[in-house]
């Protein structure tokens, strides 16, 4: 098993730059896919970045590409995601999560494929 704890979520103003931390409690070296979801009111659960346990392919849903960049720190049993120049529809919870199998790299987008969960952190835009 392994518990996910994320952090680094705060209020910035549209354009600037974040950084968000999910700490593992096991190494994640281990972990064969990581994953970053967001939710934000009114919207469903959406996947926005994907890596898999070699650090190959990283995957972005379109919206983000360009401006985040996941990376993990096997060493620090440590997911990130860097936000860059943030926009008006990026403010939600987000949420790190994890599979401990192997999985269809097909269906990485999908919440079905992770078995494991941080409680999210909050990231908003500040007027």
């Known amino acids: 098993q392994v518990q996910l704890v994320e952090s680094g979520g705060g209020q910035v103003r549209a354009g600037e730059s974040l950084r968000l931390s999910c700490s593992a409690s096991?190494?994640?070296?281990?972990?064969?896919?990581m994953a970053w979801f967001r939710q934000s009111p009114g919207k469903e659960r959406e996947s926005v970045a994907v890596?898999?346990?070699?650090?190959?392919?990283?995957s972005y849903v379109e919206s983000v590409k360009g401006r985040f960049t996941i990376s993990k720190d096997d060493a620090k049993k440590t997911l990130f995601l860097q936000m860059e120049s943030l926009k008006p529809e990026d403010p939600a919870v987000y949420s790190c999560?994890?599979?401990?199998?192997?999985?269809?790299?097909?269906?990485?987008?999908?919440?079905?494929?992770?078995?494991?969960w941080g409680q999210g952190t909050q990231v908003t835009i500040s007027s």
């Open positions: 096991r190494s994640t070296s281990t972990i064969y896919t």
């Open positions: 999560a994890a599979s401990l199998q192997r999985t269809i790299w097909g269906a990485r987008f999908w919440t079905s494929a992770y078995d494991y």
């Open positions: 890596i898999r346990r070699d650090n190959s392919n990283p």
